[in-house]
């Protein structure tokens, strides 16, 4: 399966998580019984989505430039505070940054303030021009454009450096962490699923002390802190769906629980998943549960001792945060996923009274489309005409994808477990090589953006209910469509509406 989900984030920003549950909790009436949830997308530099009232949240880690020599992102960098910003500037260089760096800007004011502690002086290049500065600030205008906006860090003071950089619309942040166009997109969802924001899968988390945390800057390559994601929960009432680092120890475990237990809203149930596709080759976790499991002796068969390493380890984290919890141990929901197109996986995943015992829901991908861009398939329906292309999909919907379900269903009901779908959605993408047919990549993008595919989505989430699913887990919040898939419910910022969009919604307010 293609790799749809290795991306980069960033942010900094300081967390004001008390005074929000009553918020949440006039929110969560709206939100109950919608039987859909939606998976953040990740935030690289290059991001179309902005959640955060600062825009540097998804800024590119600094990166030190040689006066008058080439770009380059490989000089090593000078010593570093422990939130990620230089001590010094090394002679004959500075240090950048790109601050944003898509195309679609038209959700943004031209004039935005860079705000920042500690002393230092930053130009601007690229798609960015200063207007004027004063002690802790600037005021820069941006262009609407393709050009990236780039901070340039010319200098920085060693006893106090610059840092807890911030890129805002207005002048003082808004007071609130998140922006409202992005709360309002979230709004009837029941949970929110966090593994991209925790770039959960490849990840090289060990141990707590090695997590991000609030205020570092180069989160880009580290995922975002989950007292972040808790902030978000809280704000908007929707339960959190956490995915644990497949290398994570007990402690980290430990320490993450004690976290959620005590900023968490009381009243909001988290769901708690081990790593993500355990499964799935494509992903270093599912070597490692492979290593594990033969290590283990958990059976001789390398897959099947895979599967059911991904069971036990499960159910150790699972365990650890009922444990955490106490008394509020049933708000915990342990998910324990398999294949959708083989549900032997998920019976090998359950096969201990350990992790029957910790399991409140099995989950699945149930994507449809995705035989279209193997390379078996995508020479040919390369050729295809979209009216051709949605009358497969529509065969392809009431054929492999519901029967895919109720296979699924029928599982889960004879281990007494809802069905749960931890992604979901078209998954029209060119794979294994596939990716680089670009009349391949046009149709399948055309076809994203064709009203039949609201169509396709509400015949879809129908189906899904008939055959007993429930909480669906939609992937993803907003994506730039390219050889990579089209993966959003919407494209960018400046979009409001797309047939996803409003087959979705049409669903949740049904």
Known sequence: M???????????????VPGVFE????????????????????????TTEHPFTNLAASASRWRVQRVNAPFTWDDPLPPMTDDRYPRTIPPGTFLESFLIHTKYRSHLPSDLTVRYDGRGRIGYYGGA??????????????????????????????DNPLHNLRLLEQADGGGDLFREAFLNRLEGMQALRFMDWGQTNDSPLQSWDQRPKPGMFDLADRGI???????????????????????ADDNYAEQMAQLVREQLDPALPLYVEYSNEVWNEIFKQAAYAREEGLRLGLSSDPFEAQLKYHGQRSSEVISTFRRVFGADAKRVKGVFAGQAENPWTVDVV???????????LIAIAPYFGYSYGTPDRAKDVSQWSLDRLFAELEKDLAGRTRDMMRAQSD??????????????GQHLAGVAGQENDERLVALFIAANRDPRMGQLYRTYLDSWKAAGGGLMVLYTSMYDPGKWGSWGLLEHEGETTSPKWEAVHGHINA
Do not use: C
């Not at 004063?134 to 393709?146: A, C, L, N, P, V």
């Not at 339960?239 to 680092?245: K, L, V």
């Not at 359950?350 to 409140?360: C, F, H, I, M």
């Open 2 to 16: 293609l790799n749809r989900r290795r991306f980069l984030f960033a942010a900094s920003a300081s967390l004001a």
């Open 23 to 46: 918020v949440a909790r006039t929110a969560r009436a709206a939100q109950r019984g919608s039987g859909l949830g939606l998976n953040l997308v990740g935030l690289p530099y290059w």
């Open 129 to 158: 021009v200063l207007l004027d500065r004063g002690e802790g600030f600037d005021r820069i205008r941006i262009s609407h454009t393709d050009a990236p906006v780039i901070a340039r860090l010319y200098e920085t003071d060693p």
């Open 225 to 247: 802190p989950v007292e972040t994601m808790v902030a978000l929960a809280n704000r908007t009432g929707i339960a959190p769906w956490f995915t644990i680092p497949h290398l």
């Open 350 to 360: 359950l096969s201990s009274q350990q992790a029957r015992d910790n399991a409140d």
């Open 411 to 424: 599982t889960a009901k004879r281990l007494g477990l809802p069905l749960a779908a931890y992604e979901a």
